[in-house]
């Protein structure tokens, strides 16, 4: 997971990149039993915002509608899956309102997802460390 910056002006766009890559010398497939378009675009991941004092604020797949269908990706060793996706630093439906100036984190998810590596297929759940960011 990437940021574009580590402070934010009250009101500007936050940018954040999600990636998962094979880093494994053998072919994966990772399978989607749900998924999101947003822009014309496949959306791989799910991200959430949380406040200071802990409280969720804002979750990505909340505010969006899940196109029920698999989507499968094969990725080859080295090959990666990216999504970027803004948050306009609003807490969300139904309620949207400028989340207030103080410190947040962010941290990705792929929900639940489908790998298969050589025919042996496990459900899993990768998550991404959080990043601290900064509204001021």
């Known amino acids: 997971m990437k940021l574009d ?15 998962v890559k094979n880093i494994d010398n053998k072919t994966i497939t990772l399978t989607w039993y749900e998924y999101y378009m947003y822009d ?17 604020v804002y979750q990505w797949t909340k505010d969006h509608a899940a196109l029920q269908a698999v989507l499968k990706r094969t990725l080859s060793p080295g090959e990666q899956l990216t999504s970027v996706y803004p948050w306009y630093q609003l807490n969300g439906y139904p309620n949207e309102a400028q989340v207030p100036a103080g410190t947040y984190t962010v941290r990705g998810s792929t929900r639940k997802v489908g790998l298969t ?8 759940t990768l998550e991404t460390p959080t990043v601290t960011f900064i509204i001021k």
């Open 117 to 124: 590596v050589e025919d042996q297929t496990a459900a899993i």
């Open 40 to 56: 014309n675009a496949l959306m791989y991941f799910d991200f959430y915002i949380i406040d200071a004092n802990g409280t969720l």
């Open 5 to 19: 910056k580590a402070e934010y002006k009250l009101g500007e766009n936050v940018t954040i990149r999600l990636s």
